[in-house]
């Protein structure tokens, strides 16, 4: 009814328009004005087709927020990053190997990463570590390599993690209980310089044979000296008296300390603990006795570099600067790392009763100290405070398919 109402009105408009045309058009001189009509016409849409419209556009509206907001969740989220593998450095010492058995393991199954080792002396293996070719070491001996080692924390190249065997002792200068007791009066090294107290050792070119450090260890440089000073020998005044032989292999060494003790044949000889062959030696073969030597406190730093004793070495982990970006999370699971003498030699002690074996099956060094980790995690619990819920559960999962 109201479309009609309005169609007609628009028809009514129209016939006037032609009216007052021809009658323009009767009269003479008058111009024919052409006029434009807009016809409007004006339709109504039910209330009920509006609010669809209106849904639909409320759809479209929330349906773009909620893209909007999906694309922004995706934005926050950092994409998964894979667990790169980690390189340890595998020195060349049974405590080390030792330590890096039980570490891999955790880190492989408790928090997932790939590891390997690379094999060698002290030093190069911390040139390694400084330049990233080397993730992790487990024991970096302080003050044997404290010049390289302040040099890398100084560069930001390495960054100390935790610490490890803080009940530990070295000296350069040590004999069989026997030769003491033997000779009561031979107690330091300034018997050295004498040649009865010389005459009792294997000598070399009129010097006694000192069975020292391996070349490549931190140690040798605190026996031999370097640019920051003249090292034990020289600086005790030995130089004269005293003559280092390389044993040439960190095995090599405990065998020979281990066959003249077994012959109580007289020996000079450099050595550390907690070990498994020193509390054979105090325990089951007689003892040994350490040669005095100027205190450390008498020396610049308490270095032996100067001339003096060992002092109880400060034995850190030390972690390459790319790992701590890498790996974060191991940070924490160092610093709680606790290896007392206790746990090396639970560990050692079952490397030594069960290496020959299985060497003889085909195992290769390696795999005998992974082997010796599992060992240890298996049958000791201390390990377990180091770690939180989550590792542990993994590393204990690991373990029961062992």
């Known amino acids: ?24 058009a009767a009269c003479g001189g008058t111009e024919v004005e052409t006029v434009e009509v807009i016809k409007e016409v004006t339709k109504e849409v039910p209330v009920e087709v509006i609010k669809e419209v209106e849904k639909v556009v409320e759809k479209v509206v929330e349906k773009k927020v909620i893209e909007e907001k999906i694309v922004e969740k995706i934005v926050e989220v950092e994409p998964t990053k894979d667990k790169r593998e980690i390189v340890f450095g595998g020195l060349d010492w049974t405590s080390a190997l030792v330590q890096n058995g039980v570490a891999r393991y955790i880190v492989e199954h408790g928090y997932g990463y790939p590891t390997s080792q690379i094999e060698g002396s002290t030093l190069p293996l911390f040139q390694g570590l400084r330049k990233g070719d080397v993730d992790l070491t487990m024991e970096i001996w302080l003050p044997n390599q404290a010049t390289a080692w302040n ?31 033997a000779n009561p009066e031979l107690d330091s090294v300034e018997d050295l310089k004498e040649d009865k107290f010389k005459d009792l050792f294997e000598q070399e070119g009129g010097k006694v044979l000192l069975l020292g450090c391996i070349a490549g260890w931190g140690c040798r440089t605190m026996q031999d000296g370097d640019d920051s000073g003249p090292g034990q020998i020289v600086g005790m005044g030995l130089e004269d008296h005293v003559v280092l032989q390389d044993p040439g292999t960190s095995g090599a060494l405990a065998a020979a300390i281990e066959a003249a003790f077994a012959k109580e044949e007289p020996l000079l000889f450099y050595y550390w603990g907690p070990t498994a062959l020193a509390l054979k030696l105090e325990t089951e073969m007689g003892g040994l006795v350490d040669l005095e030597q100027p205190d450390p406190s008498t020396c610049a730093d308490n270095s032996p570099i100067h001339g003096c004793s060992f002092p109880p070495a400060e034995v850190m982990i030390a972690m390459n600067m790319e790992l701590v970006d890498d790996a974060p999370e191991l940070i924490t699971f160092f610093k709680n790392w606790d290896w007392s003498a206790v746990n090396q030699l639970a560990a050692e002690n079952w490397h030594a009763a069960n290496s020959e074996a299985l060497a003889d099956k085909g195992a290769s ?23 939180p819920a989550d590792v542990l559960a993994n590393v204990e999962a690991a373990l029961a398919k062992e």
Not at 14 to 23: D, Q
Not at 165 to 181: A, H, K, R, V
């Open 1 to 24: 009814m109201i479309l009609r109402k309005k169609s007609a009105k628009a028809s009514l408009l129209v016939m006037l328009v032609l009216m007052f045309s021809v009658i323009a």
């Open 151 to 181: 040099e890398a924390v100084k560069a930001g190249e390495v960054l100390p993690v935790g610490k490890s065997l803080e009940d530990n002792w070295q000296s350069s200068f040590l004999i069989p209980q026997y030769m003491q007791d």
């Open 365 to 387: 060094s390696e795999e005998v100290f992974a082997a010796t980790g599992v060992a240890y995690l298996k049958n000791n619990e201390g390990w377990k405070t180091w770690v």
